[in-house]
């Protein structure tokens, strides 16, 4: 119950505060990820970091260090734009229970061979 009590205090304190987009305008979600090759100097295991845009308004961001280790930094590119298609699902399925229905949702990343392999995976 002092947990729920506290949120709430949180919420009174914070009604003022929200992404605000005018009636009318389209909105576009558009996805970011980037995954580093071993970046833990003391397990060699990679961090994925993903965020997710609308419009113009940061409305997720996720970062989180892998439980298992890779052999080059395609394969991590390629793991990790699998496990960020899902969260990008599920944002666009938060949206249609809101009444947006957006159909093309682009995905960026920033390594090519990771692009080429996730276009054709044989």
């Given at each position: 119950?002092?947990?729920?009590?506290?949120i709430l205090k949180h919420l009174r304190g914070t009604i003022?505060?929200?992404?605000?987009?005018?009636?009318g305008v389209s909105l576009s979600l558009v996805g970011y990820?980037?995954?580093?090759?071993?970046?833990?100097?003391?397990?060699?295991?990679?961090t994925s970091v993903t965020c997710h845009l609308l419009r113009?308004?940061?409305?997720?961001?996720?970062?989180?260090?892998?439980?298992?280790?890779?052999?080059?930094?395609?394969?991590?590119?390629?793991?990790?734009?699998?496990?960020?298609?899902?969260?990008?699902?599920?944002?666009?399925?938060?949206?249609?229970?809101?009444?947006?229905?957006?159909?093309?949702?682009?995905?960026?990343?920033?390594?090519?061979?990771?692009?080429?392999?996730?276009?054709?995976?044989?």
């Amino acid at each position: 119950m002092t947990n729920v009590k506290r949120i709430l205090k949180h919420l009174r304190g914070t009604i003022d505060v929200g992404l605000w987009f005018p009636k009318g305008v389209s909105l576009s979600l558009v996805g970011y990820f980037n995954s580093d090759y071993a970046g833990c100097k003391l397990d060699r295991k990679s961090t994925s970091v993903t965020c997710h845009l609308l419009r113009s308004a940061l409305v997720s961001w996720h970062s989180k260090k892998k439980a298992y280790v890779t052999l080059s930094t395609d394969e991590t590119e390629y793991i990790a734009s699998g496990s960020y298609c899902a969260q990008l699902l599920w944002t666009n399925q938060q949206l249609m229970d809101y009444g947006v229905r957006l159909d093309n949702i682009p995905l960026r990343c920033d390594n090519t061979s990771a692009i080429n392999l996730t276009k054709n995976p044989f």
